[in-house]
């Protein structure tokens, strides 16, 4: 069965430094999302993204992140400068369609020091 | 700002017991509702996505409730087993953002 598989699986980067973490989608889908869940809190959405733009984000989604597709089957977030409290699992999602199921890869934990 | 709140935040059964957990969002102008398991550790599994037009969506022994109106979704959980422990979420779709609650903690004891 398809699935959304993440690179790392974990990260740890000191405070300063620019991290990319990594997402292969499921390859038919078309929408694709980035969220983060801070250790003990809810899950936060981070950007959507279609047709190779950003298609919303949320006040989280500043100008210290960035998102991309750089190829066919990647989709990648920047995160410059990272501070302490960037520290989170991150989670890529990605959809056939607007509005439909979201699949969530396992996620990529990063640890700011 | 949506709101999502989850009720209860944890919760004990034993095996085999029917069970409901609560989702409330505090604006009902949403496109969907979905709702997750989230296993320790891991990422999230898809279990039911209810469209704002209807009423409930039914996979195996889940079925999901949603009445927008009041701004509450349940999940009904028939005949509960072990492996069925997990946290639980529901995510509205508002505005083309996603909004999660806090989620129920899950233990189904054998």
């Known amino acids: 069965e398809p699935e959304v598989t993440q690179t790392p699986s974990h990260q740890v980067t000191q405070m300063g430094q620019e991290v990319i973490l990594r997402c292969v989608p499921i390859s038919n889908h078309l929408y694709f999302y980035w969220y983060r869940q801070i250790l003990g809190q809810k899950v936060e959405f981070l950007v959507s993204?279609?047709?190779?733009?950003?298609?919303?984000k949320s006040e989280i989604f500043d100008d210290q992140f960035s998102v991309e597709r750089p190829d066919g089957s990647n989709f990648t977030l920047k995160i410059r400068s990272t501070k302490l409290e960037d520290s989170a699992m991150y989670f890529c999602?990605?959809?056939?369609?607007?509005?439909?199921?979201?699949?969530f890869g396992p996620g990529t934990r990063l640890l700011v020091l | 700002k949506q709101e999502v709140t989850q009720i209860p935040a944890a919760l004990s059964v034993p095996e085999g017991e029917n069970l409901v957990l609560n989702c409330s969002f505090t604006?009902?102008?949403?496109?969907?509702l979905q709702w997750f398991r989230q296993d320790p550790g891991k990422g999230l599994t898809s279990l039911l996505l209810?469209?704002?037009?209807?009423r409930e969506q039914t996979s195996g022994r889940l079925n999901a409730s949603l009445d927008k109106s009041s701004g509450r979704s349940t999940l009904y959980i028939a005949a509960s087993q072990p492996g069925d422990s997990a946290t639980y979420l529901c995510a509205v779709e508002n505005f083309n953002k996603f909004y999660f609650g806090s989620g129920t903690k899950l233990n189904v004891k054998p």
């Open positions: 999602a990605s959809g056939q369609g607007r509005r439909e199921t979201q699949y």
């Open positions: 993204f279609y047709n190779n733009e950003i298609s919303e």
């Open positions: 604006d009902s102008a949403i496109y969907n």
């Open positions: 209810i469209q704002s037009s209807q």
